[in-house]
């Protein structure tokens, strides 16, 4: 668990769900918001901004040694918030989030699966 430094919570998921709207209502991160709320915290504060993509991109693909990666779960909600903040054009490039061509959430936690063989 993600406890660092205090996150206001409830702010947060009020901002996120703005964020998302109706139409991604469905891709809120719960478990991100549960087991990661720092990292929630800095997603949302990124949002809309050039540095957000970079972000993703840490968080999917570490340079330390020492990391053990996020629960499959929480790395589908990284994933599908990242294809909505392209989605929404708030991205700076398009193919700019590392996971270009990548239109299904579904498929890409499959090709994950299937490289933890």
Same mark, same amino acid.
């Given at each position: ?14 901002? @996120? ?13 719960? %478990?991100?918001?549960?087991?990661? #709320?720092?990292?929630? *915290? ?5 949002? /809309?901004? #050039?540095?957000?993509? *970079? ?11 020492? %990391?053990? +990666?996020? #629960?499959? &779960? $929480? !790395?589908? &909600? @990284?994933? %599908?918030?990242?294809? $909505?903040?392209?989605?929404? +054009?708030?991205? =700076? &490039?398009? !193919? +700019?989030?590392?996971? *270009? /061509? @990548?239109?299904? !959430? &579904?498929?890409?936690? =499959?090709? $994950?699966? =299937?490289? =933890?063989?």
């Amino acid at each position: 668990m993600d406890t660092q430094e205090e996150v206001d919570i409830k702010a947060i998921s009020e901002r @996120i769900r703005v964020y998302l709207g109706d139409s991604y209502s469905s891709y809120y991160p719960a %478990r991100l918001e549960q087991n990661f #709320p720092r990292i929630l *915290a800095k997603i949302v504060g990124l949002w /809309g901004k #050039p540095g957000l993509d *970079a972000y993703f991109g840490e968080l999917m693909v570490s340079e330390r040694h020492d %990391r053990q +990666g996020f #629960p499959e &779960e $929480v !790395a589908m &909600e @990284i994933f %599908r918030l990242s294809t $909505v903040h392209s989605s929404l +054009g708030l991205s =700076k &490039e398009q !193919a +700019g989030t590392g996971w *270009a /061509g @990548i239109q299904d !959430a &579904e498929i890409f936690r =499959k090709a $994950v699966a =299937k490289d =933890k063989i």
